[in-house]
């Protein structure tokens, strides 16, 4: 105890203009020189760890890690109908505007499709490829005033295709409840609109499910 004494007795001394030493009678805590810690008769308590600091001109400042940085926000269904983002305009609703893309689609389902193809062959590739470009036959419909038209797809939605006729007109054409025939280089296929409510991204990278039944 003696020794103790004479410590907390030095520490005072040292530290009077420094640290004011708490009047506790097991322990003292003692800052002398840089050093931490709490000491006394109980022994030395494990250092209490602090958070990572670097020394500035101003003193030691704790280091702050960054934000991750944000991403950027997606524009929701209801956001794109707003500005319009599918929209097209008057005078770009031309049937003969889109030849040129009829006939890269063209071009692009000749490289997919092999006449080799078999009919199940042929049924999984029909489910994957992009209609945007290719031409199209209403041939039943629930709605008769749309039975015989025939247009270009321009827009494809996860219900709907939108197509340009002949005659200049911008038709959106339900999926559910439509035949379609779709015209190929050497060939036309029917195709259920109902096999095919789906997003173009979905059905081109997930194996889609047909339904039991088509309902006209």
């Not at 062959?121 to 994957?128: A, C, G, P, Y």
Request: charged content about 25%; glycine content about 4%; some cysteine.
């Amino acid at each position: 105890m003696s020794s103790f004494k004479a410590q907390r007795k030095q520490a005072e001394k040292k530290s009077k203009n420094e640290v004011q030493v708490p009047e506790f009678p097991v322990l003292v805590h003692h800052i002398v020189e840089g050093d931490r810690g709490w000491f006394g008769t109980l022994g030395a308590l494990p250092h209490i760890p602090t958070k990572p600091s670097q020394k500035t001109a101003k003193g030691i400042v704790p280091i702050r890690k960054t934000p991750p940085p944000k991403k950027s926000k997606v524009l929701t269904a209801r956001e794109k109908r707003k500005l319009h983002v599918f929209d097209i305009p008057e005078e770009s609703r031309v049937y003969d505007l889109y030849l040129s893309l009829h006939t890269l689609w063209k071009r692009y389902v000749d490289d997919v499709l092999s006449p080799q193809d078999t009919m199940p062959t042929l049924v999984e590739k029909l489910k994957k490829i992009d209609f945007h470009g290719a031409q199209i036959r209403i041939t039943r419909s629930i709605c008769p005033s749309l039975v015989g038209t025939t247009g270009i797809v321009l827009i494809e939605t996860e219900n709907t295709y939108k197509i340009i006729t002949k005659d200049n007109r911008l038709l959106s054409v339900p999926k559910k409840g439509t035949v379609f025939t779709l015209f190929l280089s050497s060939q036309e296929v029917t195709l259920f609109g109902a096999n095919f409510c789906y997003k173009p991204a979905v059905r081109a990278a997930r194996r889609v499910k047909a339904p039991s039944s088509v309902q006209l």
